[in-house]
């Protein structure tokens, strides 16, 4: 990932799919240009996990635990502001200590609010999809058409960094700590999204709109991953193609009789008093039974 800031209101972007020197708007008017800064190498003064202050020789940081390790590739994340070298996945400078939050440089991506703290969203591309991201709980929105793709792709990294677990959550948190129910409105309609648990089995309650997307607390990309990591959705898919098929036997079997009954009642007017139809034995109605016995 490339980061550009823009120097008056410090809003980074990704410029990796742009041409190098071309020219875009930041968001408050200024004009900014798509060249990565040159970097440098800083000493680790931070985490670039949690963003803690690192005391010099730590190899883990003491707030969240994960390593405190500097960026040995060149071609890696280039801190905006300070320019010191960092690991791809970083998400606060180990020099500086900034929060990388980068928007993607797209015209037609809508500004939102998240749906929890009513903050604007930034753009962030990632693995090519574009979503947005709450700098306060750091929620994700995703538009409806990226929802699957952005589980694919937390799903396979998770698999090739942590061979075969689950991440750790970006954060925890984003829904209150309670048991209450919080509804969420769509940030782009504004109606009340509904509360679904993914794939019915998983556990992870997200907040979903038909018409335009998915909203995702802080922590839950992260558990859902976990859940398809697990092997558990596979077993979830599994019961739910069994269920589906034992209601199309259902269905079927319910069909068959509401056929059989159709012939049956069929057959059954067709021997009645009002039937023109005669049966196999040559009598055509109860009427003529009768008939047959007087005489």
Known sequence: MKLVACP?????????????????DCACGTELEATAPEGVDAVARRCSACGAVAREGDEDCDYCGCAIARAVDRGGLICPECMARNLDDARFCLACGIGFEPRAVLSDTPDRRCPCCERWMASREVGGLVVQECPKCHGLWAPDS?????????????RERNDGTAAAPRVDGGNPASNRVEYRRCPDCDAMMGRRNFRKRSGVIIDQCHEHGTWLDAHELERIAG?????????ASRADAAQRNERDRQAARQAAR??????????????????????????????????????
């Open 258 to 295: 509401r056929v059989e009954m159709g012939r049956f009642e069929s057959s059954v007017e067709s021997d009645s008093i009002f039937g023109g139809r005669r049966n196999s034995s040559g009598v055509g109605s109860i009427l003529e039974l009768l008939a047959s016995f007087l005489d």
């Open 227 to 235: 859940f398809v990591l697990s092997g558990r959705a596979d077993a």
């Open 146 to 158: 990226t929802f699957d793709a952005l589980v694919d792709r937390a799903v396979s990294v998770a």
């Open 8 to 24: 008056d209101c410090h809003a980074q972007y990704d410029v990796t799919s742009r041409v190098a020197g071309s020219a875009f």
